[in-house]
């Protein structure tokens, strides 16, 4: 069982930047794909970027290429979400998944394990 708990979340303007965490208890952490997702009011939950268990091999969104960084410390069983460069178009909220690497980079996205979210707001 592994359990996920997001932080980070927050109102900030848009070109601004915010860095996410997403702490998991458990010793099964690093055998997990980790991935990060997000849902913004009336729209589908989209992907947003994935880290296989070794963090040597990452796979972003289009949308966020370029301005978002995944990375994972599996010693502190934490993934971190850097996103610089924000648009009103990234409020929502975003999850942290983890999960086998082939189903959270594919469609329909599923995961072993969810957290509760954290929002972020950009405002322009």
């Known amino acids: 069982q592994v359990q996920l708990v997001e932080s980070g979340g927050g109102l900030v303007q848009a070109g601004g930047s915010l860095r996410l965490s997403c702490a998991a208890s458990g010793r099964t952490f690093s055998m997990y794909a980790m991935g990060w997702f997000r849902q913004a009011p009336g729209k589908e939950r989209e992907f947003v970027v994935a880290?296989?268990?070794?963090?040597?091999?990452?796979y972003y969104a289009d949308s966020v290429k370029g301005r978002f960084t995944i990375s994972r410390d599996n010693v502190k069983n934490t993934v971190y979400l850097q996103m610089n460069s924000l648009k009103p178009e990234d409020t929502a909220v975003y999850y942290c998944?983890?999960?086998?690497?082939?189903?959270?980079?594919?469609?329909?996205?599923?995961?072993?394990?969810w957290g509760q979210g954290t929002q972020v707001t950009v405002s322009s």
């Open positions: 880290i296989n268990w070794r963090g040597d091999s990452t």
């Open positions: 998944a983890a999960g086998n690497w082939a189903a959270l980079i594919s469609k329909p996205f599923t995961a072993f394990y």
